[in-house]
C-alpha cells in the first residue's frame, strides 16, 4: 500500500449507532487532517493532528471524536450522528502541519447517516 | 471570513478547446494558493501552488494558473485539454487563520 487509505470506503448507519472511520498513511508524515465534503458545499476543515497532538478542531460537534494514537493511523469515532452528517469524509497527510505543505488525500469515506 | 469563489460549477468543452477556471478570493493579505485535481475514481491531487514570485505558476499535465493580486484571482488554464482532463477542480487558499479553504469546485467533462 502507498500514499493515503481509508476505510471503509462506504458506510451506512443508523443515527444510534457507533462507527469508526480509519485513515493511515505510508508517506512517513507527520500531520494528519479530516475534511468532510458534502454536496454542493466545499471541502471543510475538521481536525488537524501534528506529531499525534490535535492542532485544530474547526468547531466540529461533539459527536465526531478524533482520534490519533501515531503520526501513521488516524480514527474518527462517530456517535449518535444526524441526517446531515451525510457526506464523504476525507483524510490528508502532510509532511508538517503547516498548510503550505502538499497535502496527499485518501478516496474518502461516503458515510450516509439514516 | 475568508472564502474562495468557483464561478464556473459545470464545464463541457471539446478536445483541443482552451480551459480557463476561474478562481476569486476574498483575502486581502498575503496568500498561498492551490489547485487542486481529482479524476474520476482518484483521490484528491495537488496541481500546482503559489506562495511568492512569478506570479504565472506551471504545473503538471501542462496546466498553468496566473496570480493577478489586484483582481484577487488565481485562474486555471490550459490550451488545449484532453479527454483525460475530465475531472473535478478544486481552488484553494490559505486564509490568514494558516487554514486551508477550498472552493466548491468546477466539474469539467471533456468530449472526445
Known amino acids: 500500500e502507498t500514499g493515503v487509505t481509508q476505510t471503509p470506503r462506504h458506510l451506512v448507519m443508523g443515527m444510534t449507532n457507533k462507527k469508526s472511520l480509519k485513515c493511515e498513511q505510508h508517506?512517513?508524515?507527520?500531520?494528519m487532517y479530516w475534511y468532510k465534503q458534502s454536496a454542493k458545499k466545499p471541502l471543510e476543515l475538521m481536525f488537524v493532528?501534528?506529531?499525534?497532538?490535535?492542532?485544530e478542531n474547526n468547531s466540529v460537534p461533539s459527536r465526531f471524536s478524533p482520534e490519533c494514537p501515531n503520526s501513521s493511523h488516524l480514527f474518527l469515532h462517530l456517535h449518535t450522528l444526524q441526517p446531515e452528517d451525510s457526506a464523504l469524509y476525507l483524510c490528508?497527510?502532510?509532511?508538517?502541519?503547516?498548510?503550505?505543505?502538499?497535502?496527499?488525500f485518501g478516496p474518502g469515506t461516503r458515510l450516509t447517516v439514516l | 471570513a475568508q472564502s474562495v469563489s468557483q464561478h464556473n460549477h459545470h464545464v463541457i468543452l471539446s478536445e483541443a478547446a482552451s480551459l480557463e477556471l476561474g478562481c476569486n478570493y476574498s483575502?486581502?493579505?498575503?496568500?498561498?494558493l492551490f489547485w487542486y485535481v481529482q479524476y474520476p475514481g482518484q483521490h484528491l491531487q495537488l496541481l500546482l501552488k503559489?506562495?511568492?514570485?512569478?506570479?504565472l505558476v506551471k504545473g503538471i499535465k501542462g496546466f498553468e494558473a496566473e496570480f493577478i493580486k489586484s483582481k484577487f484571482s488565481f485562474n486555471l488554464r490550459k490550451p488545449s485539454v484532453q479527454w483525460s482532463d475530465t475531472a473535478e477542480y478544486f481552488c484553494?487558499?490559505?486564509?490568514?487563520?494558516?487554514?486551508?479553504?477550498f472552493g466548491q469546485g468546477t466539474t469539467l467533462q471533456v468530449k472526445p
Open positions: 490528508a497527510s502532510s509532511q508538517e502541519g503547516t498548510f503550505t505543505d502538499t497535502q496527499y
Open positions: 508517506l512517513g508524515h507527520n500531520a
Open positions: 484553494a487558499v490559505i486564509s490568514n487563520t494558516g487554514k486551508l479553504i
Open positions: 503559489y506562495f511568492s514570485g512569478d506570479p
Open positions: 483575502y486581502g493579505g498575503t496568500v498561498n
Open positions: 493532528y501534528n506529531f499525534k497532538e490535535q492542532t
